[in-house]
């Protein structure tokens, strides 16, 4: 089994333009299955190769990656960066890690560590599937009264 590098996993995050871009209620099943196909594999790749206690390294690694990338923009695009990548975490990676029983520890651990370092900027995970009833039919900005999440939390 050949080793995952950091820059590998990082960009599933960092180049998030193209997918967020799809983040729509009609692109994101098709968006989504394109993500997993591409980095599922990749991020079980990893988790396995570090074993139960490379996973809260591999996680570091990831959040120190965010922060260095972060670092290179200028100072004026350094939050949109950050935005942008928590976006990129919530709605694709998290979901396909947390379904993967091998990869939900890494995303609890990212969330945590992401959590601790920047408390003010915290996530709450959420599932592929809460995800997918968060998209609300609508017709010229306005939500139709059908359809959607009805049994919201």
Known sequence: ???????TLLTAIQDG????????GKEFERAYQDYREKYAPLFREAVLSGGEEGVEALAEVLLDGLA???KRQRPWNRSLAMISDKQMIVCFLGPLLMEDPVCAPLEEKLREGWAARWPKEAYRAASL???????????LGIALPFGGGEDED
């Open 1 to 7: 089994m050949r080793e995952v590098s950091a820059e």
């Open 17 to 24: 333009k193209p997918w967020l871009a799809r983040f729509t």
């Open 68 to 70: 260095e990338g972060w």
């Open 129 to 139: 599937e809460k995800i997918r009833k968060g998209f609300r039919p609508t017709f």
